[in-house]
């Protein structure tokens, strides 16, 4: 046991990241149901979706689970009513001011965790009354902090700043990164490409062949101007790195960022055309399989390098 099992009733310190398009109810009910926090990926999903998916959820585990609700989703309104109707007892939002919706959800007895990419943001949690602060770093897939502080030293610092529970994030999918992360002052790890690539997540079979066939350098922090965004690079990524480097202006880019990039590469396997939002541990990932098997793996090579270093004397 330790803050993070506490705080959320789990067996594992182990939260599958709410990731577009990838986390339906089919993966945050597998992963609780094997003892981690699975998180529904609200960002993608129409409110009547999102209903569905946190119904099918619940007939699916009666373990805890909860919803990840970017604030800069257009209906974030509809879909806090949903959460709060549906009976759902932990949200971890992102992408927006955590002062706007954590006392709210708290006076409805809902457990709040928020994700940020700095120290700043990670105080600012605090003094909102976070029950946990999600500190991600540069080496996460998908949306990313502009400052680029990799997870190595973002760790320690937030870890510094705050005292509530800190859950690490970006980089992390094996036994051996969730030990590092622990080591660094987390006090449990989210994990996002692993499970990207897993059998029950809802991404296109040709997105997650694209993720396990990802090599160390094939994915890039883009789109600086719009919102940075981690992408494995592919014809899209490039037209974006030519304008970007020409000095297109901002609008130009939006204009070609369009709509539905993310929903086009990660959810109908478009590998070209679309968005392919990965992390860079995907270089490690060379197998699609059952969500219960990754988090075992995880835990169990924890467990073996745990000891091993136990028996470092110098
Ligand atoms: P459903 O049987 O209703 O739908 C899920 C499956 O249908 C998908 O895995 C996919 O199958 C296919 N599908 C549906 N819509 C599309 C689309 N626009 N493009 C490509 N494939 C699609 O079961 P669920 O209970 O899993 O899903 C319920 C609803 O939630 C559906 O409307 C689904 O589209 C949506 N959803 C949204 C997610 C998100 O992150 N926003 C994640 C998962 C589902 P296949 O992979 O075989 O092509
Ligand atoms: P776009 O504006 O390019 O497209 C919107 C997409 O979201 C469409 O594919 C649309 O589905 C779907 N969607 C679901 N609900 C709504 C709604 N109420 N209004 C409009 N569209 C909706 O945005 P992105 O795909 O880049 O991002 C979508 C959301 O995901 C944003 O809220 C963003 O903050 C979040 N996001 C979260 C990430 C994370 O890691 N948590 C990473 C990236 C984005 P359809 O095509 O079926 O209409």
């Known amino acids: 046991m330790n ?68 604030l800069i989703y257009p209906q974030v309104d509809d879909h806090i009513d949903i959460i709060v109707e549906e009976g759902v007892k932990i949200v971890f939002t992102s992408a927006g001011n955590p002062k706007k919706f954590t006392s709210f959800f708290k006076e409805k007895g809902i457990k709040v965790a928020h994700v940020v990419a700095n120290v700043k943001f990670a105080k600012k949690c605090e003094e909102a009354g976070v029950d946990a602060v999600v500190a991600e770093g540069f080496e996460a897939g998908g949306h990313n902090g502009i400052e680029e502080s990799t997870t190595m030293t973002l760790i320690p610092m937030v870890r510094k700043a705050i005292s509530v529970p800190l859950i690490a994030a970006g980089g992390i999918a094996t036994g051996r990164g969730m030990l590092a992360a622990m080591a660094l002052g987390a ?10 690539a897993s059998e029950e997540s809802s991404g296109h079979p040709a997105f997650k062949q694209a993720v396990v066939d990802a090599k160390d350098g094939d994915t890039q922090l883009t789109l600086k101007q719009v919102i940075p965004v981690r992408l494995i690079k592919n014809e899209f990524f490039d037209r974006v790195q030519k304008m970007e480097y020409g000095g297109t202006s901002r609008e130009a880019l939006m204009d070609l960022l369009g709509r539905g990039r993310a929903k086009k590469g990660m959810f109908e396997g478009d590998l070209n055309e679309g968005e392919l939002e990965i992390g860079q541990i995907s270089g490690l990932i060379d197998e699609i399989k059952p969500a219960a098997e990754i988090l075992n793996e995880i835990l169990e090579e924890f467990r073996v390098i745990k000891s091993e270093l136990e028996n470092l004397n110098f």
């Open 187 to 196: 006090d449990g790890v989210q994990i996002g490409s692993r499970f990207a």
């Open 3 to 70: 803050r993070i099992t506490k705080l959320f009733n789990i067996k594992y310190p182990v939260v599958q990241a709410g990731m577009i398009w990838c986390s339906g109810w089919e993966l945050a009910s597998a992963v609780a149901n094997a003892g981690g926090l699975g998180l529904i990926g609200s960002g993608s999903m129409y409110p009547d979706v999102l209903r569905e998916h946190i119904r099918k959820c619940k007939a699916a585990t009666d373990k805890p689970f909860g919803v990840n609700l970017p």
